[in-house]
């Protein structure tokens, strides 16, 4: 069975810094397309950036040039958030694929597999 374990999230104050990791356990194919993304409350959920087995990143505008995406070649993939606000509080998940699909690699694209969450606070 495939899992995708978040980790990394907690409270920080406006302007910090956080890591998440997702490591994935099971059987592993290589993943082509990994993305975070996060739910605040009452919200819908939101694709925050995205990356390919090639590492060609993109990004959600509220979060270009504060976040940057990345991966490992042991399928495990990270999302280094810096000046963090407040209307970055959210529960964020990972999510993978194997299949190389023709809409490419971008957080509007189908994913086949999802973490359970990691909690991300931004407060005083």
């Known amino acids: 069975e495939v899992q995708l374990v978040e980790s990394g999230g907690g409270l920080v104050q406006p302007g910090g810094s956080l890591r998440l990791s997702c490591a994935s356990s099971g059987y592993i194919p290589p993943w082509y397309c990994m993305a975070w993304f996060r739910q605040a409350p009452g919200k819908e959920r939101e694709g925050v950036a995205a990356i390919d087995a090639g590492g060609k990143a993109n990004y959600a505008d509220s979060v270009k040039d504060r976040f940057t995406i990345s991966r490992d070649n042991k399928n495990t993939l990270y999302l280094q958030m810096n000046s963090l606000k407040p209307d970055d509080t959210a529960v964020y998940y990972c999510?993978?694929?194997?299949?190389?699909?023709?809409?490419?690699?971008?957080?509007?694209?189908?994913?086949?597999?999802w973490g359970q969450g990691t909690q991300v606070t931004i407060s005083e």
């Open positions: 999510a993978a694929d194997a299949r190389r699909r023709s809409t490419g690699c971008h957080t509007g694209r189908f994913f086949e597999y």
